[in-house]
Each structure stands twice: as structure tokens, then as C-alpha cells.
């Protein structure tokens, strides 16, 4: 059974700070990670995909990978209250295609 | 990146009834997914269809509870059959917009309430 987890919310953390998502998964076959913004009644939104381990930045938002720990997080700074939403992890493994399995989903409220 | 339309965006249904989604894609996609998110959790991958064969459904999905079509390259729809309460949920349409990169994109979604 393969397996997305992510750290349990709600989170809440003050304007301007730095917040923190954590995801871990089971198949250590998987080459792809994202995240998924998903702001309550919408669809989600692709804001970050990595596929090396290391980091990698694009405007606030840096996505982290450790393959060998089988664990990825995003870290947001500068939070804004815009940010508020719910972050969804993904993972990809392979069948005779790709497929991607979503995590539960870490709730994030940015206080004003 | 591929736009997606789907509709309906929304529906209220009675119970033993059907529903068919439709999924229209800008461009030829060659597998499009469909995915449940039930109320307050994340989502779930009912299906993949693929233009020219048979559906592949995930556990504990079945076709005769979720029939699929895939016409074309643009298009799939997705029956839910004879609804209970249960099925109550969004259901997402998704492709894949860059193959090797596993790189996708989502519909605007249908939110299915069943009375």
C-alpha cells in the first residue's frame, strides 16, 4: 500500500513568517514530488515540483527532497494571509504509467 | 499548460439516480484521471482513461459504479450510478500535461450532493 503522510494540522502561524510543510511517503520508486495549493471550494493548483534531492526555490516558496529519508516539505516565507489554504502533497509512482497519490493535506491560516 | 472545462460545476441529485461528468480538454491529452475528493479530505484516484481502451480502475472502484468514456483525446465523462448520500463529494477531472514529468492539472471540478 502505497503511502503519502503529512504533518497534522491545522497550522496557523503569524504574517510574515516562515511556515512549514512536511510530507513523507512509502515507495522509495518515486521520482516525483509536488505540492498542491487548494483554497476551500476551488481545485488544486501545482505551485512547486522537485525531482532531485536538495532544495529548490521559486519567489517565497522552496520545496525540499530527501530521497533517502523519503521525505519532502515546502517552506513558505513571508507568510501572508493569501497563503492561507490547504497544501496538498503528491507523489508519483509507476505502474505501466505514471500515477500520482495525494497525502491528506496540511490546513495552513496566516494571522494578520 | 492544457485548460480544462468541466460540467457541471455543481448538481444537487436524488438518491438511486445518475449523474454523468464531462471532462473537455484544449488539447489532445493522451490519459486523462479522474479523482473523488470526498468532504474534508484529500483526494482519491478512481480511474485512468485512456482513448481507445477500457478504463483502469483504482481498488475499491468499480466500473459498473463509475462507468467511463474516453471518445476522443479531448473528452472523457464519468457516470456516477445509482448515487446514495455517500457519494457526496467533488469530483475532480485531471490530465497530465508533461509526460516523464508527471507534471498534472485539474478541472474546476463538480461538487455532487446526493439527497
Known amino acids: 500500500q502505497k503511502e503519502v503522510e503529512q504533518n497534522s494540522g491545522p497550522l496557523s502561524v503569524p504574517e510574515g513568517a516562515i511556515a512549514s510543510l512536511n510530507c513523507t511517503y512509502s515507495?522509495?520508486?518515486?521520482?516525483?514530488f509536488f505540492w498542491y495549493r487548494q483554497y476551500s471550494g476551488k481545485s488544486p493548483e501545482l505551485i512547486m515540483f522537485?525531482?532531485?534531492?536538495g532544495d529548490k526555490e521559486d519567489g517565497r516558496f522552496t520545496a525540499q527532497l530527501n530521497k533517502a529519508s523519503q521525505y519532502v516539505s515546502l517552506l513558505i516565507r513571508d507568510s501572508q494571509p493569501s497563503d492561507s489554504a490547504t497544501y496538498l502533497c503528491?507523489?508519483?509512482?509507476?505502474?505501466?504509467?505514471?500515477?500520482?497519490?495525494f497525502g491528506p493535506g496540511t490546513s495552513l491560516s496566516v494571522i494578520p | 499548460s492544457a485548460v480544462i472545462s468541466q460540467k457541471p460545476s455543481r448538481d444537487i441529485c436524488q438518491r438511486g439516480t445518475s449523474l454523468t461528468i464531462q471532462c473537455q480538454v484544449d488539447?489532445?491529452?493522451?490519459?486523462m484521471f479522474w479523482y473523488r475528493q470526498q468532504p474534508g479530505q484529500s483526494l482519491t484516484l478512481i480511474a485512468t482513461?485512456?482513448?481507445?481502451?477500457?478504463?483502469?480502475?483504482e481498488s475499491g472502484f468499480v466500473i459498473d459504479k463509475f462507468p467511463i468514456s474516453r471518445p476522443n483525446l479531448t473528452f472523457s465523462t464519468l457516470t456516477v450510478s445509482n448515487m446514495s448520500p455517500e457519494d457526496s463529494s467533488i469530483y475532480l477531472c485531471?490530465?497530465?500535461?508533461?509526460?516523464?514529468?508527471?507534471?498534472?492539472?485539474f478541472g474546476s471540478g463538480t461538487r455532487l450532493t446526493v439527497v
Open positions: 485531471s490530465v497530465l500535461i508533461t509526460p516523464g514529468q508527471a507534471l498534472y492539472t
Open positions: 515507495d522509495r520508486g518515486s521520482q516525483s
Open positions: 522537485i525531482y532531485s534531492n
Open positions: 503528491a507523489v508519483n509512482y509507476w505502474t505501466s504509467y505514471d500515477k500520482v497519490i
Open positions: 488539447s489532445q491529452v493522451t490519459m
Open positions: 482513461a485512456n482513448q481507445g481502451s477500457e478504463a483502469t480502475y
